[in-house]
Every structure is written in structure tokens, then in C-alpha cells.
């Protein structure tokens, strides 16, 4: 069973991939082998084929992170996350493209080129986890694991119309996950059906002494928190964001959502997020900064790309991550280095971490009057490939939704809430309290079953 | 403050980048653009608020991390230097510092 399932989907990825470029590795014979010694397994995930993100370890596969200054890099261990989806019988059948090192809003800053969105390919998957996002909504995995930082597992979600979440910071473990900007990033996952991102999440979170900075608090049952009416629980409804910069039948699409919640019970209630507004700004001063620090790691001496004919040491560094790094990168670690330059420190790096304060607080007082918190997840469906890659800022207010959650460590679930006209997917957003994943995925269950989302792609994997 | 292009080399020095020319003129004004950006931050009075500890949950910070100091398996130097772009007897060769 889990033999012929697996295969189904390595044919699948191998099918789509010249359409997508959502897989860089398809390891069809490891897989098949992996498949075969779970057969009898009794695990959770037992013969469930999964996608991961290139910037997840997983040993025997690559992890180029969308990197030339990675490459053919081969990890030497597994992701904690891996180690556990492996040991509840999943099987990991490739590595998904991504933008590089995670940093990017549509993958079009992969080294290896852009991933298509199987609903119409000349438009972005979203990012950065574009691959993992595209892989499951052309139905070639059930499941697929990403990063999200400011918000590459719920954007590119929501682009593409599937379900995408980013646990609580310290619900995951980050031992295996390439870091970007280690205060934000967490390992999220993807599938079409919140159960089963319910069902991975159980599988994968809970504390490990390979990470310092997960928390030590049980993980619940969570497919047990599914069912149930939505009678008192509380919605907040955060008028001030569903204006400037959405776009209108996103918005509109939303607002239907909430009808939806009122018709099944919830309390909608008003809430405001005041410092939202200033979310990006504190964002791409936090990342910058913390990816500045973060990859200076790769410098031509341990694992990855060197440069050639560099006879000094120092030409050496420079070189290599001059050829290894791609533009956005570049601007990136550029940023975060002027950021945390000696004399802008206080005005930048220590202003955005006091606003990051104000922003969590925000969140903490919204939470007294509500459970959780709806929201768009992007401001437009998915945009076309070209269209705003000369304009980083432009590109940046892709995660104005997404990004407050990481930098308060709240977190949040993109469900698919139907099709625009040209028939791309909208998704909406809810955002939670700290360890509030029961709470969210109780909500968007009820909505997907009030409501299913069974469209399909014009690119959708082969029925077998 | 504008950011001029010597500011830009500057920062590539800092951050071990060789830009060129072209890089130099293309990253100048979309950096001076982010950083204008993420001035408006300014008009946030912050004087009485502490800064963030990084995202971290009560829970998160009062888990426990310390651990004792024992010897565990690690990699070994075959498995290490497996990835290495040049290594040599063990070591990781790189090119000379002078």
C-alpha cells in the first residue's frame, strides 16, 4: 500500500515538475526503499509521501536552500522535524524549490528558477516556500513541509488554495532548518485538509534539547480538536486592515468568511492591531539584520561553493559569496549589516525590537476579547512572474498580513475561501493566541466544512 | 540621511561582498528606499517600551535548556570534511591569510 502510494506521487512530481520546477531532487529510488520498510508499519503517517522544503535537512537528500553557495550540498543529519514524520512512517519523497535562503514573496529568487503556480503558470506560487506549496496543491503530495519566516508557508498557501500553518514560535524544532532570521522563523506545514496539517503538526512539534529555543509544553491531541459548533467563540475583526493596499475582491471575499463564522455561531467582535501598520518596517530590520548575522556562516570554507583562483583568504570570502549569493540576498545581508553598523545600531535595530513590543502587545490586548483574530493573508491573488521584481519595497507589502505574527510569535492558519473571476485562489487568515492551534484548527475546519474548497487546479497530478 | 554609493561599498566590505559596479548603482537607491521605508518608525514615541526579546512565549522562556556537560557522539572528522570544498589531511585548507 504505502509502496503503491508513494510511487503514485513520485510519478506525479516527475510529470508536473517540467511545468512546475516545483521539485530540485526527486529521490524515487530512495523513496520506494523507505516505502517499502514502513509497509507494515502502524505509525500516523505510515507510507505518507511528503514534499520538504530545500532548506530542511534531510540526510541523503540535498539542501541547496535555492542557493548556488549551497548547491549540491548533502547534509550529514536529519531535521528533528524529519527525524519525527520519519519515525511515524511519512516518507520523504524530494526536495522543494524555494527562494533562496527562504527570502523572497513568489520564488522567483531561486537560483534554480521560478516555481509555477498550477493554476495559472505564468503567475508566482508565492513564496519562499513556493515548491512545498505548489507540490500540494497539484495533488502530488498530501502534505509538504516549508519555512515561514514572515510568512512563506500561509502567503504561498493562500496563493495557491491550500491550507498553510505556522505553529507558535517554540512549538517546532529548528535543529535541521537552515536559519534565516532565527527569532522568526519556524517550520510550518501544508496540505489540502486542515486534519492533516492537524495530524503532522501532532506528529512533529513538542520540545527538543537541539533547540534551546523550544518550549516545554505538551502537545495536545490535536485531530481530537476538530469537531464541535463554534457557539461562543470569538472572532476579532480588524476593521482598520481590510482597506488601503487590499484588494477588493480579496477583501470582499473575507468579509464573506465572517458572514460564514456569524451563520455558525461565532461572536464577531471589534479589534484593532494599531502598530500593524508599522509590522514590515520592523520586519525588514529584524530579518535583515538577524540573516546578515546568520549567513556569514557560508564562506567557501566547510561545505558549499568556492570561488576559483582566489590565491588570499579574504578575496576568497568575498568572492565566493559575491558568485554564491543571488540579489536579493545580497540587498538583504547588505541591509541588515547597515542596520547593525556601528552608530545606526540604536536608531534602527533597537527602534524596531522597542515596536516589536508594541506589536506583540497589540496582540496580547486583542486576545482579551477574542480567540482569534481573521484576517486576508496576502493583499492580492496570485500576481504575474516579472511583475515586481525590480521593486523589493513592493515586493515586501506581499507579507503585510503575514509577518505580525512571527514577529509577535502568534500563530496563524491560511485557509482557501474560494476563486476570483480569473479563477485564483483567495485565502483568509486566522491568527491566535500563544498555543492556540486547537483553537485555529477547530475554526478553519468548521469553515471547510461549511464551505469546502474541492476546486482543482488545471495542473493537478494524474488520477491513478 | 541620503546613502550614497561609498556607503554601499562600505556595507559590502562589512558584509565580505564583492559588488561590482553594476550591483553598486542597482543596490544603492533600492537600499536608501528600504531604509526611508522603515524610518516611519520614527514616529512611533518608544521611550517607555522595552524591546522584544525575540518573539519568545512565557512558556518558551521559562523552559529549561540547560543540560549537563557530557561527552556525546558527534560527526568525527571523516563525516565533517565529507562537504568541504578543499579539504587536506584532515584539516580544511583555505588560502593563504598573508
Same mark, same amino acid.
Given at each position: 500500500m504505502s509502496v503503491k502510494r508513494v510511487e503514485q506521487a513520485i510519478i506525479a512530481a516527475e510529470e508536473l515538475n517540467e511545468t512546475l520546477n516545483a521539485f530540485l531532487e526527486i529521490d524515487r529510488a530512495g523513496a520506494l526503499q523507505r516505502a517499502a520498510a514502513v509497509e507494515h508499519s502502524d505509525g500516523p503517517l505510515a507510507g505518507v509521501p511528503v514534499a520538504v522544503k530545500d532548506n530542511i535537512c534531510v540526510l541523503g537528500l540535498q539542501a541547496s536552500c535555492g542557493s548556488r553557495i549551497l548547491g549540491n550540498y548533502h547534509p550529514p543529519y536529519n531535521a528533528t522535524v524529519i527525524e519525527r514524520l520519519t519515525q511515524a512512517g511519512a516518507v520523504v519523497i524530494g526536495k522543494t524549490n524555494c527562494d533562496e535562503f527562504a527570502m523572497g514573496s513568489s520564488n522567483e529568487n531561486s537560483a534554480f528558477g521560478p516555481v509555477r503556480n498550477p493554476w495559472d503558470t505564468t503567475r508566482v506560487p508565492g513564496g519562499s516556500s513556493g515548491g512545498s506549496a505548489a507540490a500540494v496543491a497539484a495533488g502530488i503530495v498530501p502534505v509538504a513541509l516549508g519555512s515561514d519566516t514572515g510568512g512563506s508557508v500561509r502567503q504561498p498557501a493562500s496563493l495557491v488554495g491550500v491550507v498553510g500553518l505556522k505553529p507558535t514560535y517554540g512549538r517546532n524544532s529548528r535543529y535541521g532548518l537552515v536559519a534565516f532570521a532565527s527569532s522568526l522563523d519556524q517550520v510550518g506545514i501544508f496540505a489540502r485538509k486542515v486534519e492533516d496539517v492537524a495530524r503532522v503538526l501532532g506528529v512533529i512539534a513538542g520540545r527538543d534539547s537541539r533547540d534551546a529555543t523550544t518550549a516545554d509544553v505538551p502537545v495536545p491531541d490535536y485531530v481530537a480538536s476538530l469537531p464541535g459548533d463554534l457557539k461562543g467563540a470569538r472572532l476579532g475583526f480588524p476593521r482598520a486592515l481590510f482597506g488601503e493596499g487590499l484588494d477588493e475582491a480579496v477583501g470582499n471575499a473575507v468579509k464573506a468568511v465572517v458572514d460564514v463564522y456569524r451563520e455558525l455561531g461565532a461572536e464577531i467582535v471589534d479589534v484593532d492591531l494599531p502598530h500593524a501598520k508599522y509590522a514590515i518596517a520592523v520586519y525588514y530590520i529584524i530579518a535583515t539584520a538577524e540573516a546578515s548575522s546568520n549567513l556569514a556562516r557560508f564562506d567557501g570554507v566547510r561545505y558549499g561553493f568556492r570561488a576559483e583562483d582566489t590565491p588570499e583568504l579574504r578575496q576568497m570570502y568575498r568572492r565566493t559569496r559575491e558568485q554564491g549569493f543571488g540579489a536579493e540576498v545580497k540587498r538583504r545581508i547588505m541591509l541588515g549589516t547597515y542596520v547593525l553598523s556601528a552608530g545606526y545600531y540604536d536608531a534602527y535595530y533597537l527602534k524596531a525590537q522597542k515596536v516589536r513590543t508594541m506589536i506583540k502587545n497589540d496582540f496580547l490586548s486583542a486576545f482579551e476579547s477574542c480567540d482569534a483574530i481573521i484576517t486576508p493573508t496576502a493583499p492580492s491573488t496570485a500576481f504575474a512572474i516579472g511583475e515586481k521584481v525590480d521593486d523589493p519595497l513592493a515586493m515586501y507589502l506581499n507579507d503585510i498580513y503575514t509577518v505580525t505574527a512571527n514577529l509577535a510569535g502568534v500563530p496563524g492558519i491560511s485557509v482557501p475561501c474560494g476563486l476570483s473571476t480569473e479563477r485564483l485562489p483567495i485565502g483568509f487568515q486566522l491568527l491566535g493566541p500563544y498555543w492556540s492551534e486547537p483553537m485555529l484548527f477547530k475554526l478553519a475546519h468548521a469553515y471547510a466544512e461549511a464551505r469546502p474548497f474541492i476546486e482543482r487546479p488545471p495542473v493537478f497530478a494524474p488520477s491513478v | 540621511m541620503p546613502i550614497e554609493e561609498k556607503d554601499i561599498a562600505k556595507v559590502a566590505q562589512l558584509a565580505h561582498l564583492e559588488l561590482d559596479d553594476e550591483e553598486l548603482k542597482v543596490f544603492g537607491p533600492q537600499i536608501a528606499g528600504v531604509i526611508t521605508y522603515v524610518e516611519q518608525l520614527n514616529e512611533l514615541d518608544t521611550a517607555n517600551v522595552a524591546p522584544a526579546l !525575540? %518573539?519568545?512565549?512565557? #512558556? %518558551? #522562556?521559562?523552559?529549561?535548556?540547560?543540560? &549537563? &556537560? #557530557? @561527552? $556525546? +557522539?558527534?560527526? !568525527?572528522? =571523516? @563525516? $565533517?570534511? $565529507?562537504? $568541504?570544498? &578543499? +579539504?587536506? #589531511? !584532515?584539516?580544511?585548507?583555505? +588560502? =593563504?591569510v598573508l
Open positions: - | !525575540g %518573539g519568545l512565549t512565557p #512558556e %518558551g #522562556e521559562q523552559t529549561n535548556s540547560s543540560r &549537563d &556537560d #557530557e @561527552i $556525546a +557522539p558527534s560527526l !568525527g572528522q =571523516k @563525516i $565533517a570534511l $565529507a562537504e $568541504a570544498p &578543499d +579539504p587536506a #589531511e !584532515g584539516h580544511f585548507r583555505v +588560502p =593563504k
